[in-house]
Nanobody, 127 residues
């Protein structure tokens, strides 16, 4: 079992930065891929970024590539999402998620393979 708690959301002006954190409890954190997703009002949840269990590879949605960076600290059981050059269209509730399978070679291919989810943190970017 993995329990996830996000923090770091808030209100920021366009062009600004925020760093989201996701603290995980449970012994399996260091063995599972982690991901960030977001859901804006009236829209479906969408993939933002993912990182493999070792931290060796990361993956991004095209909409955030070059602006967002996912990282993890397995010693602290925490995954981060550094968000720079924020745009109003980045406004959403951001969720972190943990893979339901350990030691997967790459990230889960669908959101359904992320078996554990946090409660979300609101990010609002003003224009």
């Amino acid at each position: 079992q993995v329990q996830l708690v996000e923090s770091g959301g808030g209100l920021v002006q366009g062009g600004g930065s925020l760093r989201l954190s996701c603290a995980a409890s449970g012994r399996t954190f260091s063995s599972v891929a982690m991901g960030w997703f977001r859901q804006a009002p009236g829209k479906e949840r969408e993939f933002v970024a993912a990182i493999t269990w070792s931290g060796g590879r990361s993956y991004y949605a095209d909409s955030v590539k070059g602006r967002f960076t996912i990282s993890r600290d397995n010693a602290k059981n925490t995954v981060y999402l550094q968000m720079n050059s924020l745009k109003p269209e980045d406004t959403a509730v951001y969720y972190c998620a943990a893979d339901s399978r350990a030691y997967r070679a790459g990230p889960p291919s669908t959101s359904r393979e992320f078996g554990y989810w946090g409660q979300g943190t609101q990010v609002t970017v003003s224009s």
